[in-house]
T-cell receptor, first 118, second 113 residues
């Protein structure tokens, strides 16, 4: 079975300092992984995705994530936080359609709320 | 502008009164899905549709119905709402079901009293 765990429900950083949002996944095969961001009163927006190409994935707004199969992790990082990065972030794993003979199954983590202090 | 449009944004209703939340996308996407978001639980999938006339249950389908008669529309129907369906609902679409990022609507906040 697949699952995804976001290790921190809240992360607080100061503006200009690095951001690290942690995500571990469980999957018996190579998954597709995504990070989404949700700003207040908005829908979710895709930050980046990993689909078995390069293990270091660059996304929008300076975010990147590294797929580490040995650690079953897909942590999201940013070198320098901006006030506008304050939002909730979701790590998502996609079920392999070849094995399950169907598509459309995304499993969301519980979310990490990022606060950025001036 | 490419978008997923949900209506209404806010809805307060009473137990047992049937309601429909509409969802429409203008991107010719095959795949559409409904999620509910509750604190501490992330997003959970209610129903999804891989194409017109094809729908399937997600993780939490009880108490909900959907239909996909046209490619662009995917309404969520609550035949007899109950207070435990108070939640924030999101509709999403993507070009295809596999490895394809979702485009989300802005959400519908439903309160059932």
């Amino acid at each position: 079975a697949q699952s995804v765990t976001q290790l921190d429900s809240h992360v607080s950083v100061s503006e200009g300092t690095p951001v690290l949002l942690r995500c571990n996944y469980s999957s018996s095969y190579s998954p597709s992984l995504f990070w989404y961001v949700q700003h207040p009163n908005k829908g979710l927006q895709l930050l980046l995705k990993y689909t078995s190409a390069a293990t270091l994935v660059k996304g929008i707004n300076g975010f990147e994530a590294e797929f580490k199969k040995s650690e079953t992790s897909f942590h999201l990082t940013k070198p320098s936080a901006h006030m506008s990065d304050a939002a909730e972030y979701f790590c998502v794993v996609s079920r392999n359609p070849v094995i399950y003979n169907q598509g459309g199954k995304l499993i969301f983590g519980q979310g990490t709320e990022l606060s950025v202090k001036p | 502008e490419a978008q997923v449009t949900q209506n209404p944004r806010y809805l307060i209703t009473v137990t047992g009164k049937k309601l429909t939340v509409t969802c429409s996308q203008n991107m010719n996407h095959e795949y559409m899905s409904w999620y509910r978001q509750d604190p501490g639980l992330g997003l959970r999938q209610i129903y999804y549709s891989m194409n017109v006339e094809v729908t399937d249950k997600g993780d939490v389908p009880e108490g909900y119905k959907v239909s996909r008669k046209e490619k662009r529309n995917f309404p969520l129907i609550l035949e007899s709402p109950s207070p435990n369906q108070t939640s924030l609902y999101f509709c999403a679409s993507s070009p295809r079901a596999v490895n394809s990022p979702l485009h989300f609507g802005n959400g519908t906040r439903l309160t059932v009293t």
